[in-house]
Structures are given as structure tokens and as C-alpha cells.
Nanobody, 120 residues
Framework: QVQLVGSGGGLVQPGGSLRLSCAASGISFSFYAMAWYRQAPEKQRELVAAITNFGTTNYPESVKGRFTISRVNTKNTVYLQMNNLKPEDTAVYYC??????????????WGQGTQVTVSS
């Protein structure tokens, strides 16, 4: 059974920091690309950070320079360090694991989401 368990969310003031964690089980973690997405109320889910199984990272302009994704394969865990948080970062943050298979198919798994609220 595949599980992605996210943690570390909470309430923080603007300019503050949080670190999210996502612990994976039931998958060969080192073979998976990992990512964090977020979804604010009445908005579509959007990518905020991604890291390949080789460690290559990717960020949208909205978080570049403020967010850092990392992974520790020996712990089956991916992290999202978020600095200089802004009210517009408020959302539910989801962990994602994806691996390409033969024939163009994918294994694609999601965590349960963790709430991040940035407010004074």
C-alpha cells in the first residue's frame, strides 16, 4: 500500500518560514520524481517545486529563490523549505510521487495535503 504522509504545515506570519516533509512508503522512492503542489480556495492546483530522482530541481517564478525542495532517499522523504512566506502562499500543499513506466504509463501518487496559512 502506497502512502505519502505530509507534515509541517501551520500558521506563520508574513516573512516567516516553514519546512514541509513528506514521508513515502510502499514505493521504490529513489526511482520516483517528487514534487509539491498547492491549491488555494477556488483556484487550480499548481506546481510549486519538483525534484527528479537524479536531484534536478524545478520551480515556478512565483516561488523561485524562496522555496527549496530536497530529498533524502535513505529516509524516503522529500522536503520543502519555504522562506519569506507571503499571504498568497496560503494553500493546501500536496506531495506527489511520479514514475514513468513502459508503454507511456505512469505511477502517480498523492499525499493527503497539509494546510499552510500565512497571515498576520
Amino acid at each position: 500500500q502506497v502512502q505519502l504522509v505530509g507534515s509541517g504545515g501551520g500558521l506563520v506570519q508574513p516573512g516567516g518560514s516553514l519546512r514541509l516533509s513528506c514521508a513515502a512508503s510502499g514505493i521504490s522512492f529513489s526511482f520516483y520524481a517528487m514534487a509539491w503542489y498547492r491549491q488555494a480556495p477556488e483556484k487550480q492546483r499548481e506546481l510549486v517545486a519538483a525534484i527528479t530522482n537524479f536531484g534536478t530541481t524545478n520551480y515556478p517564478e512565483s516561488v523561485k529563490g524562496r522555496f527549496t525542495i530536497s530529498r533524502v532517499n535513505t529516509k524516503n522523504t522529500v522536503y520543502l523549505q519555504m522562506n519569506n512566506l507571503k499571504p498568497e502562499d496560503t494553500a493546501v500543499y500536496y506531495c506527489n510521487a511520479k514514475r514513468g513506466l513502459s508503454g507511456g504509463r505512469y505511477n502517480d501518487y498523492w499525499g493527503q495535503g497539509t494546510q499552510v496559512t500565512v497571515s498576520s
